[in-house]
Nanobody, 130 residues
């Protein structure tokens, strides 16, 4: 069973950049699709990005975040990164990493059905404020 731990969150000013990390233990990430979701206070959890398993590394970013957020993965380090740039106050949220066993790489879409991801980290807080 994969265990996921997020890190890299914090308090930053508008316009700053931040890189979040999602590190896996307990199993190889080879055939897992990994996603980033975020949840702001009072709002539903929404997809930020997803990336297919290491052999494909096909990535998706939510339309509203394209151009500011990118996702990548480092197979040997069992880590998936979310690079966030030009952060805005509305990016403030708890950011969660999630994973699913997905050898055919079918679930990484911008539809972002969180029900497809059975494994979740505890989240990391990102606060964008002046």
């Amino acid at each position: 069973q994969l265990q996921l731990v997020e890190s890299g969150g914090g308090l930053v000013q508008p316009g700053a950049s931040l890189r979040l990390s999602c590190t896996a233990s307990g199993s190889s990430m080879i055939f897992y699709t990994v996603a980033w979701f975020r949840q702001a206070p009072g709002k539903d959890r929404e997809l930020v990005s997803c990336i297919t398993h290491s052999r494909d590394s096909d990535a998706r970013i939510a339309d509203s975040l394209k151009g500011r957020f990118t996702v990548s993965r480092d197979g040997p380090k069992r880590t998936v990164y979310l690079q966030m740039a030009s952060l805005r106050p509305e990016d403030t949220a708890v950011y969660y990493c999630a994973a699913a066993w997905d050898p055919p790489s079918r679930i990484c879409t911008t539809a972002g059905d969180k029900g497809l991801y059975p494994m979740w980290g505890r989240g990391t807080q990102v606060t964008v404020s002046a």
